[in-house]
């Protein structure tokens, strides 16, 4: 089964997003890696889409019916551009509140069945970097071997 | 279920290529995606 595909979702204010799923390999991955890495990524012209309750469950319910057909760890890079947020979330940067957003998508859709790890990268220039790894549980293992993989590199 | 949060800091050159890398394959990948014609609607 292919793993790329792509989707459009109009959401009730007449905002369409498009997500997408493609093979990822920029990560050096251990033998013991068994499960591809497939990149998602969630995409709105201009940032202008409203991240509300009702479009992050539409999301997540995307991400979760590709994960129940392909077993996989899916990736994701929350990006810094400019995101709208509430005064409660003024001070976190547009990566880290789109961090939160995944984290808020990914536990409202919350069942057992899959798992969400977030791992922040901190580089030399003090640069914040979030990503996410998300899988179904019996993934745990693989989750662990990527993470402990990216904190080992040293380039 | 969401797991505890990893934090990894690091201040080797090869981990800032990485990171840009990270960085520049998503700006192409969200540019790709809005060009794309062919998508399933949901």
């Not at chain 1, 991400?63 to 392909?70: D, Q, T």
């Not at chain 1, 970097?129 to 380039?155: P, R, V």
Request: some cysteine; glycine content about 4%; proline content about 4%.
């Amino acid at each position: 089964m292919p793993l790329e595909e792509s989707y459009s979702l109009t959401t009730k204010e007449g905002h369409e997003y498009r997500i997408g799923f493609s093979p990822f390999d920029i990560f050096a991955t251990p033998k013991s890696l068994t499960k591809p890495i497939v990149d998602v990524v969630i995409a709105i012209d201009d940032n202008k889409g409203i991240n509300n309750a009702s479009t992050l469950f539409e999301f997540s319910k995307i991400i979760k019916e590709y994960l129940f057909k392909n077993d996989v760890i899916l990736y994701c890079y929350c990006d810094n551009k400019e995101i709208e947020r509430g005064k409660k979330h003024q001070h976190l940067s547009p990566q880290e509140y789109r961090s939160l957003l995944f984290e808020k998508m990914f536990d409202k859709a919350s069942n057992k069945d899959f798992i969400n790890k977030p791992i922040l990268l901190i580089d030399a220039t003090d640069n914040k970097h979030c990503i996410h790894f998300f899988s179904s549980t019996q993934n745990l293992d693989q989750i662990e071997l990527l993470s402990e993989e990216l904190y080992k590199a040293k380039g | 279920m969401t797991l505890q949060p990893l934090h990894i800091k690091n201040s080797s050159k090869g981990f800032l290529d990485l990171v840009t890398k990270l960085k520049a394959d998503k700006d192409a990948k969200v540019k790709a995606l809005l060009s794309k014609k062919t998508t399933i609607k949901k």
